[in-house]
């Protein structure tokens, strides 16, 4: 605990007194659990009352640069960061505190195209940050110019070009999805800070922005996802008619079976219903 407040109070001069409690008791964490998981829901829903419109800073996180080095997470009030672990005030705040921090203020500058969501400012900062890998980026879309992903990220969004679809496995499944590859082979392919067209490393938080993959049909789009994400974003889900229609590795092992299960529960980007935004 000495060590942590040290760490806090030396690393942030804001910090004029702190205490560290470590509990290893299993029944104490069993109580304390679900208040901590309340404060997170709170901050999580005070997130979701904000839009990126509505704000002229988003900011920017490079954390992860030491293994990533091209990579910057854009957090925005739509984007939550890759990690899943920092909202737009959670960025405000620590641009506050460490003002010298890896996590700084971006002006959003000119609108380029409100669809996919590319900023003048983020693509200013997307090159100076990404060593001039980058110069483009967008925050609404999983193409073309799709936001860098580093290596921590809790969960892949994926293209399936058989349903033209979308899919999400996150961290924690451990088979395979439907496209027949695990988490961690996946994230081999996606991770290193750089931009690969059809593959979104995410914050989980972000199935429930409008923002989230607007330009390519947003959450109607999604049509396989661990059962584990299905029951923990089923209000979402269920809010868009979603609920039903969308397979997991219980009803679907693989891409040959994925198809016929769209097609029998009537999934609405199957049926042509969904519409690209213009």
Known sequence: ????????????????????????????????????????????????????????????????????????????????????????????????????????????????????????????????????TYDRVYLYSAFEHPHTSCGCFQAIIYYIPEVDGFGLVHRDFKGECVIGETFSHMAGETSGGRQVEGRLGTGLEQLRSPKFIQADGGLARMVWMPKEIKERYRDVLEEKGLYDKTATEEEVKNVDELLPYLEKVGHPWIKGEVELPE
């Open 1 to 132: 605990g000495e060590i942590y407040n040290f760490l806090f109070t030396s690393e942030m001069a804001i910090i004029e007194k702190i205490q560290t409690t470590i509990i290893t008791d299993e029944e104490k964490i069993a109580k304390l659990l679900p208040q901590a998981l309340e404060v997170y829901n709170a901050r999580d829903n005070r997130a979701l009352t904000l839009r990126d419109e509505d704000v002229d800073t988003f900011y920017g996180c490079v954390l992860c640069q030491s293994f990533a080095p091209t990579h910057i997470s854009i957090i925005t009030p739509d984007r939550i960061a890759n990690c899943g672990a920092i909202n737009w005030f959670d960025g405000r705040a620590a641009a506050k505190i460490d003002p010298e921090g890896p996590i700084f203020a971006i002006p959003k500058g000119e609108l380029i195209d409100p669809i996919k969501g590319e900023y003048e400012g983020v693509n200013k900062v997307e090159y100076e940050k990404s060593l001039a």
